[in-house]
């Protein structure tokens, strides 16, 4: 008897084991298999929590994501070809946010490749993460002829094994969310822009690469922020064109400045964190330019009135210019500076 009381113990226990493994996911997922758009469409609006492509999928609408799901593209691509259609080609291919609270909702998309084509002169990405969304990429290919990815409003991007190749900047930032900055980590990818800066950090973003590739005509351009860059390429391919003093104040980046790493220093000033900080952390990383110039620092000292003149309402107020010049200054690299002072910019070594 005691031995059958044992036996069935196992059994239930077993039992009890299996329940949980299939209520925590296990190998009994309930993916939803779509093979057009509009049955991608379907499974975004039921909210579905797993969508696995069975095909490739062209859309002729952006497509949003508002919860918390995993899209596997299952070796398959998500293509969007604005030839013909100027209002297609200005949208991002997929835009990922949730607006309508402050939940926060966590969105995978992995193995396969999303395509922006086509889209002639207009600057959208082909990957728009915002508003309380935390969006990571695993194995995933972008190609796109206008932008990669941009990152606002408070999102957290993860890059893992992948490649991005842009015409335009290939990561980017936008905006911040009030009180929620943007996070973004790199790890193993391949950055490229063939026609631009490959990074664009524009607001107070924490950015951490590791182990990638960054090319681009002009590596990374900084303008304020905690960013942490090792074991990794940075590449610039342009020849050296540095700012003017009638360019120094754009909001934009000189796609084809030609340094490695650009810091354009005390130019903006971001609310969210209330402070215009910059940290910046780079070892053991290969940087190679086309024009020798490793790094570029611009003073820009408040060129566009943005930063608050004194310590208010917890305002913290830093000289990026200093902090800029005392970092790379250490490093075995060759760094131009440059000072915007009574309207003329000017080489200061």
């Known amino acids: 008897m005691k031995k059958i009381s044992t036996i069935l113990c196992a059994i239930l226990l077993c039992c009890l084991v299996s ?18 758009l509009q ?7 039921n909210k ?20 918390s799901c995993t899209i596997d593209l299952n070796e398959h691509s998500i293509t969007q070809d604005g030839t013909g259609n100027t209002d297609l080609a200005k949208k991002a291919l997929i835009r990922i946010f949730n607006k309508e609270n402050d939940k926060k909702i966590t969105v995978s998309i992995k193995n396969g490749k999303i ?29 796109s002829n206008s932008q990669g990815v941009v990152t606002a409003f408070g999102s957290h991007l993860s890059l893992n094994n992948s490649k991005i190749t842009s ?16 996070t973004i980590s790199v790890n193993d990818c391949d950055i490229i822009s063939t026609s631009d800066v490959s990074v664009f950090v524009s607001n107070y973003t924490k950015l951490n690469i590791t182990n990638s590739k960054i090319k681009g005509l002009t590596g990374m351009h900084i303008l304020l922020g905690e960013i942490n860059v090792k074991d990794s390429e940075i590449i610039a391919t342009s020849s050296y064109n540095p700012y003017t003093t009638s360019d120094i104040k754009a909001s934009g980046t000189k796609e084809n400045e030609g340094s490695a790493i650009v810091v354009r220093a005390n130019l903006y000033y971001d609310e969210a964190y209330k402070t215009n900080d910059l940290k910046l952390n780079f ?6 330019t086309a024009s020798d110039v490793d ?49 003329t910019l000017s080489l200061v070594g």
């Open 283 to 288: 070892s053991n990383n290969t940087i190679t």
């Open 19 to 36: 329940a949980t493994f299939v209520a925590c996911g296990g190998n009994n997922v309930n993916w939803i298999k779509v093979n057009s």
């Open 167 to 182: 015409k335009w900047q290939a990561v980017g930032t936008n905006n911040t969310q009030s009180g929620i900055g943007n």
């Open 48 to 67: 579905s929590a797993h969508i696995r492509l069975t095909d490739n999928i062209a859309l002729s609408s952006t497509i949003e994501v508002n919860h």
């Open 295 to 343: 790094v570029s620092i611009y003073n820009c000292n408040n060129a566009r009135g943005f930063i608050p003149a004194s310590d208010t309402e917890g305002v913290k107020i830093v000289d990026e210019n200093q902090i800029a010049v005392e970092y790379f200054g250490n490093k075995d690299l060759n760094v131009k500076k440059y000072q915007y002072a009574d309207n």
């Open 39 to 45: 049955e991608l469409q379907e499974a975004l609006s």
């Open 115 to 143: 395509l922006k084509e086509n889209s002639g002169s207009a600057v959208t990405p082909a990957l728009a993460t915002s508003y309380n969304s935390n969006v990571m990429l695993d194995k995933v290919t972008i190609n």
